[in-house]
């Protein structure tokens, strides 16, 4: 077999999270075992396209769709026929696919099972393809219960007699072995041979509390784990959902193959279909069985109930009853894909309308089409046309905004998005035609402390930028604040960390007050479209204390963005429950509604007219 590597790093539209610090596992809980565990083995050699029959003592459900009356009508368990089938598996490229085995079953044949010796396979081969070879699972069954131990030995505990998924601990099962926090937003923080490490470096201390055992109750969604004489079989659906998304890639099915899809890797920016898409899309569209439909709603029910991060904030109890008051639901039950894409797209983009959730493209069901243009809710609406005359308002005083320009005694560091690259600037340090914002903040770092440079005042302009990715965030924190922190909830479990780290500026591999810009008096330019990490920047700059904001009150957004897709295949991207917040008195609070501008300044002309605006900042003395 040969594998393709590649590295699932997401560029996010918002403060993306992923767990990829290095170092040793969190302390390990005591973990509960069952008694004489029997190591079960996938036989890869023995499943292939033909199909075989297989019997076991199963039950049914009733599809929540359904009146929760006629649960009790369910009928009694049975024996159902199973078929198995091989797929070609997709990580990262259309070339060489590897194998995954997939279970379907006669009560539902149109909905994808997975088995758990598979979902073994399956994520660690994901996971060794993804530069994380000491990601490792071992897998026991005893009666109706299979559980899946990590190398950090905490479980993932299914049982089919229940319908019930069992996490000791969520967070410690899902993070990446290298990972020293149990919960962290930063990605990059690689160490070389001789120990040192590049641009982060974790403190040797940080705030951080567990979260609760959580247990999916499936029954309640009406949803089956099926037992069997081979062991427990899950929905594909529900591994994607909590076993995959919550670092960044999702399982996506079209009924010939499945594809490990990471971010953006489906449409490019223009529109066009990347090759992962070309393959997604090759199979054929129509109507999507009544079966599949009818699960994929309870299995989107189940999913947002427990991710969805704004729940509470929208007044949201159940999805199910919010599809019911919103009028979504027969729609979302409907054999047309069309008509189920348009209700994915009205749920994300109309009713949530966070400016994180977002429809991203439609079932293979009803086929790729480029011209398709999502609604808008009143939010997004409000925001891009407010994003459209500030815009207006700059290119009046630039053609191109420099990201580095000196008046007189005041820098000012401008940009829009917050990007990383695999980019060494170690082996090439940054000039003036850098690729990134480290590039970017380690260019200005070197003006600003030049030898002779009139610079007194640090003015790092966010009034237009919508987010990115998290690391060149919190680099940018780290060289302003000199010791760099984020607070971090996972609101599915109640886990809770307030991170602390410093950045290396001058490129030596040590971690100093030389890195620190914090000698200099420093503010932040920002406006309502300051949105995601261009909402965090400053919320962590407002309860520092070490950074004057300037401008009007930041557009907020306080959730990692999940990516995920239906069962029926539409692709879409969710508030996740991973919640950005910033601590006072102990009590860890979103940054959703933004922060408020130590000094206000209503003329939006005043933003760009940089003369002015220094002339401002020297009253302000």
């Known amino acids: 077999m040969t594998k393709n590597t590649v590295r699932l790093i997401p560029i996010f539209a918002l403060c993306a999270f992923v767990s990829m610090s290095c170092g040793s596992s969190p302390a390990v809980r005591d973990t509960p075992k069952a008694e004489n565990p029997v190591r079960v083995e996938a036989d890869r050699d023995t499943v292939s396209d033909t199909a075989q029959d297989g019997s076991a003592d199963l039950h049914t459900t009733t599809p929540l769709s359904e009146d929760k009356e006629s649960k009790s009508e369910a009928k009694p368990a049975t024996d159902y026929k199973v078929t198995y089938k091989e797929f070609p598996l997709y990580l990262g490229s259309s070339f060489n696919p590897d194998r995954i085995n997939l279970a379907f079953f006669d009560h539902m044949p ?25 990601y490792e699972l071992e897998l026991s069954e005893y009666g109706s219960v299979s559980t899946l131990t990590r190398e950090n030995e905490y479980t993932m505990e299914v049982d089919s007699d229940k319908d019930t998924i069992t996490y000791l601990d969520y967070d410690a099962f899902i993070l990446p072995p290298d990972s020293i926090r149990l919960i962290d937003i930063m990605k990059r923080n690689d160490f070389n041979p001789d120990g040192t490490t590049n641009y982060f470096q974790h403190t040797d201390y940080a705030y951080e509390r567990y979260g609760n055992e959580i247990t999916l109750s499936l029954s309640d969604y009406n949803i089956d784990i099926i037992g069997t004489e081979e062991g427990c079989f899950v929905p594909l659906a529900t591994i994607s959902d909590f076993l995959c998304v919550d670092n960044y890639f999702s399982l996506l099915f079209n009924g010939e193959s499945v594809i490990i899809l990471g971010y953006d890797e489906i449409i490019n920016p223009r529109g066009r279909l990347y090759d992962l898409g070309k393959v997604y899309y090759s199979a054929p569209a129509g109507s999507i069985p009544e079966d599949l439909v009818k699960f994929s709603y309870n299995e989107l029910c189940l999913a947002l109930d427990n991710l969805y991060g704004l729940k509470d904030l929208h007044g ?38 966070d400016l994180h959730s977002a429809y991203v493209a439609p079932s293979y069901y009803k086929g790729y089409d480029p011209d398709n243009v999502p609604p808008e809710g009143s939010s997004t609406v409000s925001f891009e046309e407010f994003q459209t005359r500030l815009s207006d308002i700059r290119d009046s005083y630039y053609d191109e905004v420099p990201f580095y320009e000196e008046i007189g005694d005041t820098a000012y560091i401008t940009f829009d998005k917050f990007i990383t690259t695999t980019q060494d600037y170690y082996k090439n340090p940054p000039d003036s035609n850098f690729s990134d914002t480290i590039g970017g903040m380690l260019y200005s770092y ?24 998290v690391d060149a965030a919190a680099y940018v924190i780290g060289m302003f604040l000199g010791e760099g922190q984020y607070s971090l909830r996972n609101l599915f479990t109640d886990a809770m960390t307030t991170d602390y780290y410093y950045v290396d500026s001058d490129l030596n591999h040590e971690y100093d007050e030389k890195d620190s810009l914090s000698g200099y008096k420093l503010y932040c330019l920002i406006s309502p479209v300051s949105f995601s990490c261009g909402n965090l920047v400053p919320c962590i700059f407002k309860s520092s204390h070490k950074v004057t904001l300037l401008g009007q009150t930041s557009g907020g957004g306080t959730c990692c963005v999940l990516h995920m897709s239906t069962a029926t295949g539409s692709v879409f991207q969710l508030s996740g429950h991973y919640q950005l917040s910033f601590v006072k008195n102990g009590v860890f609070y979103d940054i959703d509604k933004g922060t408020d501008p130590d000094y206000v300044i209503s003329n939006l002309n005043n933003f760009y007219d940089r003369q002015k605006l220094t002339n401002y900042i020297h009253g302000l003395y």
Do not use: C, W
């Open 446 to 469: 070197q003006q600003i402390t030049r030898k002779g440079s009139p610079v007194k005042n640090v003015v790092l302009d966010l009034s237009l930028n919508t987010g990115g990715d």
């Open 316 to 353: 949201i109890s159940t999805f199910e009853n919010f599809f019911d008051n919103t009028g979504l639901k027969a729609d979302l039950l409907s054999t047309d894909p069309a008509t189920v894409d348009g209700a994915i797209q009205e749920l994300l983009n109309v009713h949530l309308d």
């Open 110 to 134: 149109s909905v994808p099972y997975i088995s758990m010796a598979e979902t073994e396979y399956l994520l660690e081969y994901i996971y060794h393809s993804t530069y994380y070879p000491t």
